[in-house]
C-alpha cells in the first residue's frame, strides 16, 4: 500500500466524518465539540486557521486516515489542538496514524505555535503510546474540553524537534 497525506478536500468530508464518528463512537458518546468538527468543518476547523489533513492510498484515492489541528484564539493568543485523530481498522499498524501526527505538527510549526496541546484518554492506549513517541509530554488535564478526556498531552516545538515523516520501519 502506498500512501500519501493530503490536505482537506471537500471531496473527503464524508470519509472524514466516517473514520471519526466510528473511532469516537466505538469507544465513547459524540459530544457537542465532536458535532461541530464534523459538521461545520470549514466554519469550525480551517477558516479560523486549522487543517484537517487525510491519509489516502495512492491508486485507490481511499482516505484510510484523518486528523487535525485547531486553532483556537483566546485573549489574542493563537493556541493549536491536535484533534480527530483516526486511522480505519484495516489500515492500522502500518505507520498512518504516525503520518497525520508529523503532517499536522508541521503545519502548526509553519503557522508560527510555539506548542500544540491535545486532550484525549487513556484507554485509548495505542493513540497514546504513538503521542509520547513521536514526542508529547503529559502535563496536568485542567478543565476538559472532553467528559471523555482523562489525560493532557504538548508538543513543544521550542524544545522539541518533529520527527521524520517516514520512521525506518514503516510498513508503508
Same mark, same amino acid.
Given at each position: ?34 458535532? +461541530?468538527?464534523?459538521? @461545520? ?7 479560523? &486557521?486549522? *487543517?484537517?489533513?487525510? %491519509? ?27 484533534? +480527530?485523530?483516526?486511522? @480505519? ?7 498512518? &496514524?504516525? *503520518?497525520?501526527?508529523? %503532517? ?69
Amino acid at each position: 500500500m502506498s500512501v500519501k497525506i493530503v490536505k482537506y478536500e471537500p471531496k473527503y468530508k464524508d470519509a472524514y466524518v466516517s473514520i471519526t464518528r466510528n473511532w469516537v463512537e466505538k469507544f465513547f458518546k459524540m459530544e457537542e465539540a465532536d458535532w +461541530k468538527a464534523l459538521n @461545520k468543518v470549514e466554519e469550525y476547523i480551517i477558516k479560523p &486557521g486549522g *487543517m484537517i489533513f487525510l %491519509a489516502v492510498d495512492e491508486k485507490t484515492d481511499e482516505a484510510l486516515g484523518c486528523c487535525g489541528i485547531m486553532c483556537h484564539i483566546k485573549n489574542g493568543e493563537k493556541r493549536y489542538e491536535f484533534t +480527530k485523530l483516526g486511522v @480505519k481498522e484495516t489500515a492500522q499498524r502500518r505507520g498512518v &496514524g504516525w *503520518m497525520l501526527c508529523i %503532517a499536522c505538527l508541521q503545519y502548526a510549526k509553519d503557522q508560527g505555535a510555539p506548542y500544540v496541546f491535545l486532550e484525549s484518554n487513556r484507554s485509548l492506549a495505542p493513540s497514546i503510546t504513538l503521542y509520547f513517541r513521536v514526542g508529547f509530554k503529559e502535563f496536568p488535564l485542567v478543565n476538559p474540553s472532553y467528559e471523555r478526556a482523562d489525560i493532557y498531552l504538548e508538543f513543544d516545538f521550542r524544545t522539541t524537534p518533529i520527527p521524520p515523516m517516514i520512521r525506518g520501519r514503516s510498513k508503508l
